[in-house]
């Protein structure tokens, strides 16, 4: 910077914008959270809500508590959490602080003022010695624009961190709606096998009662009806913890949790899988997180220049300087100060900085052949849990209901007797259970999928939570 008592047009023109930028912090945080708006809204199909006041935060209350008038989908899932989660709105104040440490590291430091007033003792009297010194850096100023780059390098990173953490929160939204309704539709199946394994068995019991059953065979049935207990109240832990995680990824309060509804089943698979081709179709340079190591490797760029500046000489002030004494003429001046680089040289900044480059450089190199491989690990992860999905539906499914209707016709006709027909249906419900459980499988699939696209991959876990 320049001193104020030094007249040069160049400096003080850039003070001057300096102090006009002085309320740009608020208007960055403004342009990040529209720019993730407009990315949830595209991508997601969801808007993002940022409640920001008291009145914005009661009527997101009372749009979540319509919403869960009905049943819920998994679209309602992702709205109710991108417009109302506690959890997405402190992602969204977080941005907000690291966007203003952004523009507050791009900042002018402020003038530095000093006053001096010394007394002192002559023969004559005593004499007022007073200094007065209006000081501003230099450094700072000339490396100004360099550090306005590396702030916008700073925002641009917020926002993509920004939109990676609001397309997480969606897809464990959309997730955790599919696990809760795949484990609600299970209890249902798994309750018509504890009925039937309850029949069986208490007609074992009457059998051996009259003496047409072993207790070897009551034995097996009992241990069956046993078994169906044991797994109806997995099955419904299972629900309950599913659901529950749902709460909490939509971040409803008590009375919301007990109002919340969901369908009784997962929608239906999709007519035709998704073309390989047309979904990763330039997919690499969208992918939030390939942009956000390109732009880290831009900040590193920009940093390790001016590290080579500021290693050599990290200081420049210049101020001027009005000292005045009793009886004698005011003296005015200028100061200025410069250190020397004699026993910090700056070669460990340098160093640091070239290897801190060289780092973000093959890093962004990585990511592209992660992103590149992860389209591809999640394609196959869809691909081969749509084709299983299909086959439990159009193959598995329809065999055992075919196998159930010919034995009852059998039974009918006093081919077999009632156990073979109970441990039939009981085969059957079992095989809607594992049809369910590929269904599932397929929509956990299909929302990493969507997530990988954007840039948040996701490790599918095809086992249930």
Request: aromatic share 6%.
């Given at each position: 910077m320049s001193s104020l008592g030094v007249h040069r047009k160049r400096p003080l023109l850039a003070v001057l914008a300096a102090l006009a930028l002085g309320g740009c912090a608020s208007?960055?945080?403004?342009?990040?959270?529209?720019?993730?708006?407009?990315?949830?809204?595209?991508?997601?199909?969801?808007?993002?809500?940022?409640?920001?006041?008291?009145?914005?935060?009661?009527?997101?209350?009372?749009?979540?508590?319509?919403?869960?008038?009905?049943?819920?989908?998994?679209?309602?899932?992702?709205?109710?959490?991108?417009?109302?989660?506690?959890?997405?709105?402190?992602?969204l104040f977080e941005g907000a602080a690291a966007s203003a440490n952004a523009t507050q590291s791009a900042r002018l430091p402020n003038p530095v003022f000093t006053f001096e007033r010394l007394l002192r003792n002559e023969a004559g009297g005593r004499e007022v010695e007073i200094n007065r010194m209006l000081g501003v850096s230099v450094f700072d100023l000339l490396l100004w624009p360099a550090r306005t780059r590396l702030a916008d390098a700073q925002q641009q990173q917020t926002r993509l961190r920004l939109a990676?953490?609001?397309?997480?929160?969606?897809?464990?939204?959309?997730?955790?709606?599919?696990?809760?309704?795949?484990?609600?539709?299970?209890?249902?199946?798994?309750?018509?096998?504890?009925?039937?394994?309850?029949?069986?068995?208490?007609?074992?019991?009457?059998?051996?009662?009259?003496?047409?059953?072993?207790?070897?065979?009551?034995?097996?049935?009992?241990?069956?009806?046993?078994?169906?207990?044991?797994?109806?109240?997995?099955?419904?832990?299972?629900?309950?913890?599913?659901?529950e995680a749902l709460v909490r990824s939509l971040g409803l309060n008590g009375a919301q949790a007990q109002a919340l509804t969901l369908p009784d089943r997962l929608p239906d698979l999709p007519a035709a899988a998704k073309d390989e081709a047309t979904v990763t179709q330039a997919a690499l340079d969208q992918r939030l997180d390939v942009r956000l190591a390109r732009v880290r490797l831009e900040f590193s760029a920009r940093e390790q220049g001016l590290t080579r500046v500021s290693s050599i000489v990290n200081?420049?002030?210049?101020?001027?300087?009005?000292?005045?004494?009793?009886?004698?003429?005011?003296?005015?001046?200028?100061?200025?100060?410069?250190?020397?680089?004699?026993?910090?040289?700056?070669?460990?900044?340098?160093?640091?900085?070239?290897?801190?480059?060289?780092?973000?450089?093959?890093?962004?190199?990585?990511?592209?052949?992660?992103?590149?491989?992860?389209?591809?690990?999640?394609?196959?992860?869809?691909?081969?849990?749509?084709?299983?999905?299909?086959?439990?539906?159009?193959?598995?499914?329809p065999l055992r209901k075919t196998i159930s209707d010919e034995n009852l016709l059998r039974y009918n006709g006093m081919l077999i007797g009632v156990f073979e027909l109970l441990a039939d249906a009981r085969e059957q419900v079992a095989s809607v259970v594992q049809a369910i459980d590929a269904q599932r499988d397929f929509w956990l699939a299909d929302a990493a999928l969507q997530a990988a696209l954007i840039g948040v991959p996701r490790t599918q876990d095809m086992e249930t939570q």
């Open positions: 208007t960055a945080i403004d342009d990040n959270v529209r720019s993730v708006q407009a990315l949830s809204q595209e991508r997601l199909g969801a808007p993002l809500r940022w409640l920001t006041s008291d009145e914005a935060r009661r009527q997101a209350q009372a749009e979540v508590d319509a919403a869960l008038a009905k049943p819920v989908g998994a679209d309602d899932a992702v709205r109710l959490a991108l417009a109302h989660s506690p959890a997405v709105q402190a992602m990676s953490e609001v397309v997480r929160a969606a897809t464990d939204a959309r997730q955790n709606w599919v696990h809760a309704v795949a484990a609600q539709q299970s209890v249902q199946y798994f309750e018509q096998v504890k009925l039937a394994a309850d029949a069986s068995a208490e007609l074992a019991r009457r059998m051996q009662a009259v003496g047409n059953f072993s207790k070897l065979q009551r034995a097996r049935e009992q241990a069956f009806s046993a078994d169906a207990v044991a797994e109806l109240a997995r099955a419904r832990m299972h629900a309950q913890r599913s659901r200081g420049l002030e210049i101020a001027a300087v009005r000292n005045t004494e009793t009886g004698r003429s005011a003296q005015r001046g200028v100061e200025l100060q410069l250190p020397l680089p004699i026993f910090d040289t700056g070669d460990a900044a340098r160093a640091g900085a070239q290897a801190s480059y060289m780092a973000a450089v093959n890093r962004t190199a990585q990511v592209g052949i992660d992103a590149a491989s992860q389209l591809r690990e999640s394609y196959a992860g869809y691909r081969t849990a749509y084709d299983l999905a299909r086959h439990y539906r159009d193959e598995i499914v």
